[in-house]
């Protein structure tokens, strides 16, 4: 009796063992070193920032897959990038240092208020009653859940809505992640044009609780001559990598033909007046 | 029992963790993300069942005819840690993008006394093979239904205002035990 026990559950372990033994040798799945080496390099900070779900998953990607520019780590920067490409042997183009960018301007649209919201200040508390307080779904709640997240504290609430210190904004995009609205967006710092509006909603919708938003005319989809702007998901998106490699020559179009005046400059600059004279177009408008 | 039967009970009935009090480490651990709780129950459907099968098998074609019923428990966690061993190895090679999205619980679940549970119940029921896979699934997939609702509650959570002594675990065991009480209206069904 105590024999057969031991050897059937010696003989039944000594069988898992050299399953387990023989599928290490079958199954035995190739990693590659490099990964390792990548993912040592890049910071560690498992930010998100690239788009991948930690610095594990960016070396993965940066590694196996060729698409995927050395480039993406926002908290490495130039530093990082250059030892990346070095390491997977990809060209390293330049770093595009981004930034958080508000899509909203409620306080220039006089958004009202439906009610007086006295719960917990907290965005995500904020949006999920009601879909929050202003008229608009889409606004700014300003409650700051951004603020917190920052690591460089280059965000601030200021009326009532997030500002973004775009000088000292790594572009990590963890505000973006934890925004309940989607308000924020990562923009380049160099963006030429900027939307500063996200709603989703129809025309009469938008006019009727905000002087500033976009009701989604098209009319800057049309007159791009990058396509760089197009309607996606309900709302207007900029492809900024177009925009900014069609250059100066469009003469900022799309911020001229914006009924809304919600295209606007990046950076705070005033729409120049339009080079009227310099419009060497005669033989299109034969009359 | 018939087979409706016993499915209705496995889930909601005698549900492995809010009625049975089997794998309360992963429903507490697991469930503070639904992307996480859906993931963990998922493995746990997967290897409950691949559990059961395996078992069954030594049980009736092993332990049975030497008369060695009295090592079940020790054989059975011989064979589920092996096995998930092996699925894990398995699916890094044949399957990368379920090992993706299971991968990282799939050793979580070699000590989860919820899949043990259900391989010694499948013998104490004395069900059949397909009886006691069909019993097998439906108590993970009990399992999945409560760790999910629980996700749920505690992303609600996160944005309430909790006193200060309840944060966290505290609240999250008070939740249990309300989604407990609350699952024992079951009772009279089955």
Known sequence: ?287 | MSVFEVFISAIFVNNIVLAQNLGNCPYLGCSRERGVALGMGTAVVFVTVMATLCTWLVQKYLLEPVHLEYLQTLVFILIIASLVQFVEMFLKKAIPPLYASLGIFLPLITTNCCVLGVTLLVQREDYGLMMALLYAFATGAGFLLALLLMAGVRERLEVCRVPKAMAGTPIALIMAGIMSLSFMAFKGMV
Request: charged content about 20%.
């Open chain 1, 1 to 287: 009796m105590v024999l057969s026990s031991i050897l059937t559950l010696a003989g039944l372990g000594f069988l898992a063992a050299a399953l387990l033994a023989v599928a290490s040798r079958v199954f035995a799945v190739h990693e590659d070193p490099l990964v390792a080496r990548v993912s040592e390099t890049l910071p560690g900070a498992n930010c998100g920032g690239c788009g991948y779900a930690g610095c594990e998953g960016y070396a993965q990607a940066v590694v196996h897959n060729p698409a995927i520019p050395p480039n993406l780590c926002v908290v490495g920067g130039a530093k990082t990038a250059s030892a990346l490409g070095a390491l997977t042997g990809k060209l390293t183009s330049e770093m595009e240092p981004l930034t958080a960018y508000r899509r909203c301007d409620k306080n220039a649209g006089q958004v009202a208020r439906r009610f007086d919201y006295k719960g917990i200040p907290s965005c995500a508390a904020a949006a999920a009653l009601h879909q929050g307080s202003d008229q608009c779904g889409f606004s700014c709640l300003g409650f700051g859940d951004c603020v917190k997240e920052c690591i460089t504290e280059s965000l601030h609430i200021e009326n009532g809505a997030a500002v973004v210190n775009e000088t000292t904004c790594i572009g990590c995009g963890k505000c973006v992640k934890v925004c309940p609205r989607d308000v924020l967006q990562l923009i380049p710092k160099r963006a030429r044009v900027a939307i500063t509006c996200s709603t989703k909603d129809k025309l009469k919708a938008v006019t009727d609780v905000c002087k500033v938003g976009c009701i989604h005319c098209e009319k800057c989809v049309k007159v791009c001559p990058a396509q760089a702007i197009v309607m996606e998901n309900g709302r207007i998106q900029i492809d900024q990598k177009r925009c900014l490699d069609y250059g100066d020559s469009c003469a900022l179009a799309c911020a001229r033909a914006c009924p809304r005046k919600i295209l606007r400059l990046h950076g705070g600059a005033v729409l120049p007046p339009e080079p009227k004279k310099a419009q060497p177009a005669p033989s299109a408008r034969s009359s």
